[in-house]
Nanobody, 123 residues
């Protein structure tokens, strides 16, 4: 069992930066691949970024590549999403998730989800 709690969301101007954190509880955090997804009202939850259990491999959606960086600290049981050069279209609720270390772009491969944190980017 893994519980996930996101933090770090807020309101920022376009071009600014935010760092999201996702703190996990449970003994097996380091076994899981971790992902970030985002959702706007009326739309599906979309993949943003993922990182394998070791932190060696990362994946990014094309829309955030070069602007966002995912990382993890297994000793602290925390995964991070550094978001730079934010755009209004990045506005969404951001969710972290724990699951498989393969096919990480697919929501169905994640077993545990956080409650989400709101990110709002003003133009």
């Amino acid at each position: 069992q893994v519980q996930l709690v996101e933090s770090g969301g807020g309101l920022v101007q376009a071009g600014g930066s935010l760092r999201l954190s996702c703190a996990a509880s449970g003994r097996t955090f380091s076994d899981y691949g971790m992902g970030w997804f985002r959702q706007v009202p009326g739309k599906e939850r979309d993949f943003v970024a993922a990182i394998t259990w070791s932190g060696v491999n990362t994946l990014y959606a094309d829309s955030v590549k070069g602007r966002f960086t995912i990382s993890r600290d297994n000793a602290k049981k925390t995964v991070y999403l550094q978001m730079n050069s934010l755009k209004p279209e990045d506005t969404a609720v951001y969710y972290c998730a724990a699951g498989s270390n393969s096919r990480m772009v697919y929501r169905q491969n994640y077993k545990y989800w956080g409650q989400g944190t709101q990110v709002t980017v003003s133009s």
